[in-house]
Every structure is written in C-alpha cells, then in structure tokens.
C-alpha cells in the first residue's frame, strides 16, 4: 500500500502541529471552482529569468528560524537587486539573498507565480527543468561550525500548485516559521521534497586556502523529481532556494533562471493522507472535527438525514478545464473485500496549504457498525492509496 513519506508528514506537520487531533481541520476551508481553458493538447513552456532585467516577479522569503530571536537583524537577513561582483567580470544586477544560519536550518529562497497568461493549463501535469547560474564565493571542501560553509548548504528547486509561505502555526516564543509546502532538507534521504527537490550545492569548485575567495558563475541543470500539476485556476509556483547546515553566514546572487515545463500524461495518482504515527487515513467528523472511530447516524451534523459527513485529506486532486465535483470518487471497502461508493459532497482547497484537498464524503447506512474499513479517493477513475478508519 502506498503511503505518505515521512518527510512529507514532516514538513506538514512541523507548522501544522500534527497530532492525534489533526490541527490541519482547524484551518476554515474554501472552495474552489474549475476554470475554462484552451482545449488541444498543451504545449511546453519555457521562461528565462535574467536578473540583469530586475526581479522578474521573483519574490525572496525565509524560513526554519525563529523569528522572536530575530533581535536587531540577528539572522542578517536581506534579499535585493544589486551590482554583481566585480570578480565576476561582467556588468549588471543579480538577486543577491543572504542570511546567518543561527538556527541551524535556515532556508533562503525565491519563488515566482505562473499563470494562464504563461501557457500554464489548469490541472494539467507538468515535468519542471531548471538551469540556475548562481554566483557564489565559497570554495570547496572547507570546514565550519556545523557543516561545510559550501558543501553543507543545499541548493533546491521545484515547483508548487500552491504559493510557496512561511508560516507560523502556533505563535510561542522561539517557535520557528515552517514551510507550508514540502522542499525537502538536507542532503540524505529525505532531501527531496514535493515542492522542491535537491539540486547540488553552492560549493564553488575553488580550492579551500587562506584567500582571498573570488566570486564564481556556477550552473546548475536540475530535474525536478516529482511531476507537478497546476492548480484549478492555472497557477503554478516555482521556487528555488537553500537549506542550510552550516552555521554562518550565506550569501548569494542568482544571475538567470531557465525553466521549461513539459506536458505530461497520464498524471501521477492522487494520494490519500495518512497519519505519520499510525500509518491511518488522515480523516475527521466534517462538523465536530473528531477523529475515528465514527457513526454513520451522528445528530449535531446540520444535516436533515443526520448522518455523518467525513472530510478526507489528499494532494493530486487538480481539476481540469470543465471539469466539477463528480470527477472526485470515494469508496471504502471492508475486510470481507465489499465496497461501499462514499457520496463525495464536497471538496476544498486548505487554505495557505491549498496544494492538499479537503474531500467530503458521506457515510452510507450499510457501515453501520463494520468497523475497520479501507478507504481510497480517485479522480478520472485513477486511484489513490488506501488507509483505514474505524466505523462504529
């Protein structure tokens, strides 16, 4: 049975605060509606950022660090358009991003919105290509406190149905902003998230001496290794960024980014949620928001049949040009293998997570008292993973 990564649980649930619960219905849902697009079979798209032109639309954000320990510039973070260096030997302007990695994981990143306007297609699936030249001064093989000041931080890049934010789920002192899409971390296995996938690192190629350390061009070609959808409206979110285990200061200018987007069909299976410590579906009571076990005849449902709603948690879920509810199935099945069709009577984007769906199903009269039962989402008759609940 296919599952949820646990590094995709994890990067959920570090600004969420995932717990037995499911904090992640504490969010108010929306909707959201399909919208018309140019029908034919959609052709690539490619983009070149030259930062010599200005930002481009390019956006800088930073996360994993504390913000309440941010006293006076503590973290030194800064993203702008400046002069490159002159060791560089040509004129112009770059993205210039910095930060000191006081937090031991801090990420600096950029992240740029496409759009119908771009040739993106709503819901469509895309293969994401990058070529990054980056300028960096940092040689290769040197030691620091906590890592490599080159080799230890982590050049990442990807893209996202949803806008790429750091985010604070519950404001304490000392709580660190987490990322509300996957990108990954580090440079072991699970350095590649659904949002951003590891693309080397800013180690120059210099030799590590006394210096001084000039600046050098460095390109960086990279695959994203997840197939990425649009969202229902056409959108799409790249990002490219670091994640850092020295700890000390970074800073870098981003010269060009070239992104090519390419068609593919068929498009990756949704993929059901699933609770990172039971390995059970992600799933709560559409009303009270309690977890399982569940009644199919509950009365606080505002329902005139009273029975109970059930909101399902999933990613992959894009609508295309057209297309409405009924394109979204559930159904569960039981261990005597009979299935039983989950009425799907809504289904949501989560707000500031709007990558994962919130799928609404009612609860049919026949699993009154089944028990454990599977239960699966598909969208055009391709199927997700499938997770149990508990039916009383």
């Given amino acids: 049975m296919k599952v949820l990564s646990t590094r995709v649980v994890c990067d959920l649930t570090e600004t969420l605060n995932v717990s037995k619960r499911l904090t992640i219905v504490l969010l108010v849902l929306i909707t959201f509606t399909a919208v018309a697009l140019a029908q034919g079979t959609p052709s690539p798209v490619?983009?070149?950022?030259?930062?010599?032109?200005?930002?481009?639309?390019?956006q800088a954000g930073f996360a994993r660090y504390p913000p309440a320990t941010d006293k006076n510039g503590f973290y030194e973070l800064l993203a702008e358009i400046r002069s490159l260096p002159v060791d560089l030997g040509v004129n112009g302007?770059?993205?210039?991003?910095?930060?000191?990695?006081?937090?031991?994981?801090?990420?600096?990143?950029?992240?740029?919105?496409?759009?119908?306007?771009?040739?993106?297609?709503?819901?469509q699936t895309y293969q994401v290509d990058f070529t990054?030249?980056?300028?960096?001064?940092?040689?290769?093989?040197?030691?620091?406190?906590?890592?490599?000041?080159?080799?230890?931080?982590?050049?990442?890049?990807?893209?996202?149905?949803?806008e790429p934010l750091p985010l604070l789920a519950i404001p304490l002192p000392f709580r660190d902003l987490g990322m509300?899409?996957?990108?990954?971390?580090?440079?072991?296995?699970?350095?590649?998230?659904?949002?951003?996938?590891?693309?080397?690192?800013?180690?120059?190629?210099?030799?590590?001496?006394?210096?001084?350390?000039?600046?050098?061009?460095?390109?960086?070609?990279?695959?994203?290794?997840?197939l990425v959808n649009a969202n229902s409206k056409g959108e799409m979110w790249l990002f490219v960024g670091t994640d850092s285990g020295y700890e000390g200061p970074t800073n870098l200018y981003y010269q060009r980014i070239d992104v090519t987007l390419t068609p593919v069909n068929p498009p990756p299976p949704p993929v059901l949620l699933t609770d990172q410590n039971t390995g059970r579906a992600a799933a709560v009571d559409s009303v009270t928001l309690i977890r399982e076990p569940f009644s199919v005849v509950s009365l606080p449902n505002f329902s005139p049949d009273q029975r109970t709603r059930i909101t399902l948690f999933g990613y992959n879920l894009e609508l295309r040009n057209g297309e409405g509810l009924s394109a979204i199935t559930a159904q569960a099945e039981d261990s005597q293998h009979r299935i039983y069709t989950l009425s799907v009577e809504a289904a949501r984007?989560?707000?500031?997570?709007?990558?994962?769906?919130?799928?609404?199903?009612?609860?049919?009269?026949?699993?009154?008292?089944?028990?454990?039962?599977?239960?699966?989402?598909?969208?055009?008759?391709?199927?997700?993973?499938?997770?149990?609940?508990?039916i009383k």
């Fill in 46 to 58: 490619s983009i070149s950022f030259d930062f010599r032109n200005g930002a481009l639309g390019w």
């Fill in 93 to 123: 302007t770059g993205f210039y991003i910095q930060g000191n990695n006081h937090s031991d994981a801090l990420v600096m990143f950029m992240k740029r919105g496409l759009s119908a306007g771009d040739g993106i297609v709503a819901g």
């Fill in 132 to 162: 990054i030249i980056f300028a960096s001064s940092v040689p290769t093989g040197c030691f620091g406190t906590g890592g490599s000041p080159g080799d230890s931080v982590n050049l990442r890049a990807g893209a996202s149905p949803a």
């Fill in 180 to 226: 509300n899409v996957s990108i990954g971390g580090g440079s072991g296995p699970n350095k590649n998230g659904l949002a951003a996938s590891f693309a080397g690192t800013i180690a120059n190629g210099q030799p590590c001496d006394l210096g001084p350390h000039p600046w050098v061009s460095i390109q960086r070609n990279h695959q994203h290794t997840t």
């Fill in 349 to 390: 984007e989560v707000p500031d997570f709007n990558w994962i769906t919130a799928v609404t199903v009612k609860l049919p009269d026949e699993l009154q008292g089944v028990g454990d039962v599977s239960v699966k989402i598909g969208l055009r008759g391709i199927a997700s993973n499938q997770a149990l609940i508990s």
